[in-house]
């Protein structure tokens, strides 16, 4: 008969068999449950990998300034009989904008012209003169003397006449004066004198100021690393010019690159740019601040995913693709750059390819995937 202290380990080595067993069959359950899982679909966004051209633009800001600002001021000396403008209006070139007294000035033309006359009459009879001594100094008649005179006074009656041609078109030229016409088309500026007041050569402020609004420049700086791509494009074709409003993005007018700088600021490291635009309806103020976008090239049928569609995986940068079984592949890409909530895809994707933009998360490859609808406001 066996004694109890065996019985009792027998038994005890039984319940640790069975407990053992037991155990063995529960590591064994939890696969199929995992296998479970994993056989429902997961509900994701899906876009289609597109083929489109992309624009490269750089991004500054600049200021707006005009092409062309003209200080307007007089050129003769007398009282101001007249403003022929209202402040801040638009003129066109020519247009009168002051009168100066031109008494003065229309006396001295008429004293230059008579003197021109006068001294026209005796140029002719020293001529006449001079002719008459040729004649009979040609025929023997001892009047060497008298002609040599009749030369010198022919000569300086002649010269007297052209010195009084040169005062009657000083007299003509400050005449015009008087009248003080736009130089260009424009908007002028405040009036500082009034009609009433002397006006001074020797002042050195101006009358009045017309600045040229339309066309307009925008003026920039890029950093010099884009000097040659710069050059480059400026060269074989127009390089476009948006800009827009600093506040509220809105674009305030387009143009086109019309002036790069012969140097580099060595202190900044940056290029002067030019932009000229049309500014016909008058969007763009002199002195405002702006932002500037200079297309600098374009990518042609660049291959396109949203940013979203991108995501970082052991591999790297990669894209999960879904196949035709709704299954989904984790391939890895080369993004060449973003613009816009758009990366460009240099390598790993074709147009046409479906690849999911959302719930990447919850992926696996070879994942079984449902596609949701796309939100109202990515539509």
């Known amino acids: 008969m066996m004694p109890a202290i065996f019985r009792s380990i027998q038994t005890a080595g039984a319940c640790c068999l069975c407990v053992g067993l037991s155990a063995c069959k529960g590591k064994s359950d939890p696969p199929a449950a995992a296998g479970g899982a994993a056989a429902q679909p997961v509900p994701v966004h899906v876009v289609k990998v597109r083929q489109k051209d992309v624009p490269l633009d750089l991004r500054v800001f600049g200021n707006v300034e005009p092409i062309a600002s003209i200080a307007v001021k007089a050129q003769v000396g007398g ?48 001529s006449n003169d001079l002719e008459r001594y040729r004649l009979l100094d040609s025929k023997g008649a001892g009047v060497k003397e008298q002609l040599d005179k009749a030369t ?50 020797t002042d050195d402020v101006p009358l009045t100021t017309v600045v040229q609004l339309s066309p307009i420049y925008a003026t920039f700086a890029m950093p010099e690393q884009h000097l040659s791509a710069i050059r480059r494009g400026f060269a074989e074709r127009e390089m476009p010019v948006t800009v827009r409003d600093r506040k509220s ?95 460009i895809i240099s390598d790993g994707l074709k147009p046409g390819e479906n690849v999911v933009s959302s719930g990447q998360s919850r992926l696996l490859p070879g994942s079984r995937i449902v596609a949701k609808p796309e939100p109202a406001s990515e539509k």
């Open 79 to 126: 009282d101001l009989i007249e403003v022929n403008f209202e402040e801040g209006q638009d003129v066109r070139k020519g247009d009168l904008l002051f009168t100066i007294q031109p008494r003065l000035y229309a006396t001295q033309l008429a004293q230059a012209e008579a003197n021109l006359e006068r001294d026209r009459a005796l140029a002719l009879n020293a």
């Open 249 to 343: 993005g809105q674009p305030l007018g387009t143009g086109k690159l019309t002036f790069i700088a012969n140097t580099v600021d060595p202190e900044t490291g940056t290029i002067t740019l030019k932009a000229t635009l049309p500014n016909t309806d008058r969007a763009l103020w002199p002195g405002a601040f702006v932002d500037v976008i200079l297309r600098l090239d374009t990518d042609r049928d660049a291959i396109v995913v949203p940013t979203s569609a991108v995501t970082i995986g052991q591999r790297g940068t990669q894209v999960f693709v879904v196949r035709e079984d709704l299954t989904t592949e984790s391939r890895p890409v080369v993004v060449g750059r973003t613009v816009d909530q758009e990366s």
């Open 152 to 201: 010198t006074s022919a000569a300086v009656t002649a010269a007297v006449v052209k010195a009084d041609e040169a005062q009657v078109l000083i007299a003509q030229t400050q005449l015009g004066y008087t009248t003080i016409e736009s130089p260009i088309d424009g908007r002028t500026g405040a009036v500082r004198l009034r009609p009433g007041n002397l006006i001074r050569v």
